[in-house]
T-cell receptor
Framework: SAVISQKPSRDICQRGTSLTIQCQVD?????MFWYRQQPGQSLTLIAT?????????ESGFVIDKFPISRPNLTFSTLTVSNMSPEDSSIYLC??????????FGPGTRLTVL | GQQLNQSPQSMFIQEGEDVSMNCTSS?????WLWYKQDPGEGPVLLIA???AGELTSNGRLTAQFGITRKDSFLNISASIPSDVGIYFC???????????WGLGTSLAVNP
């Protein structure tokens, strides 16, 4: 399976600021996804990162709040914009090649004060 | 959004005991996946199931894809302390690449 890294692994941020999370894969993959996992909860899909085009967002998530880039088949970024304490979560990227399963990165633990 | 019914929500067992957890859905899935998540880490894939009736093992773990395609179970035999964590089921249906997730089963093992 692909090796996935995320940066930063954790951060503490002030409300109103933005944080960009990077996801790097060691091989080209077809699909890249971004998830949010609130404390003690299951995973919620934010969006599918599309290479060379706008991401596909799930209901309840918008591009202005969570802009996503995917310039190539091994890299993607998620920005959490204008943060509030409610954005405190673990943010996970995952990858899938031509078929399931998805493989996950180690996550970015975000705390907003 | 849609979620799977995963049970039990939590378990506290003695080392050496066997564990069973399951997931059910109101709709049919083509793929069932089982993940384990340790604190501060991302989910790690344990077992992937692709056919109704499929029974697959990974060491002490065994999972089955229900023949109705609406359920799956995961068994852990002879539990050890490192089995502690949260276990998630996830399913995928048809051409929709989006995974549907269970709420997780939290496992604690008393050595």
């Amino acid at each position: 399976s692909a090796v996935i890294s995320q940066k930063p692994s954790r951060d503490i941020c002030q409300r109103g600021t933005s944080l960009t999370i990077q996801c790097q894969v060691d091989s080209q993959v077809t699909m890249m996804f971004w998830y949010r996992q609130q404390p003690g909860q299951s995973l919620t899909l934010i969006a599918t990162a599309n290479q060379g085009s706008e991401a596909t967002y799930e209901s309840g998530f918008v591009i202005d709040k969570f802009p996503i880039s995917r310039p190539n088949l091994t890299f993607s970024t998620l920005t959490v914009s204008n943060m509030s304490p409610e954005d405190s979560s673990i943010y996970l990227c995952s990858v899938e090649d031509d078929a399931p399963p998805e493989f996950f990165g180690p996550g970015t633990r975000l705390t907003v004060l | 959004g849609q979620q799977l019914n995963q049970s039990p929500q939590s378990m506290f067992i003695q080392e050496g005991e066997d564990v069973s957890m399951n997931c059910t859905s109101s709709s049919i899935f083509n793929t069932w996946l089982w993940y384990k998540q340790d604190p501060g880490e991302g989910p790690v894939l344990l077992i992937a199931l692709y056919k109704a009736g499929e029974l697959t093992s990974n060491g002490r773990l065994t999972a089955q894809f229900g023949i109705t395609r609406k359920d799956s179970f995961l068994n852990i035999s002879a539990s050890i302390p490192s089995d502690v964590g949260i276990y998630f089921c996830a399913g995928q249906s048809g051409n929709n690449r989006k995974l549907i997730w269970g709420l997780g089963t939290s496992l604690a093992v008393n050595p």
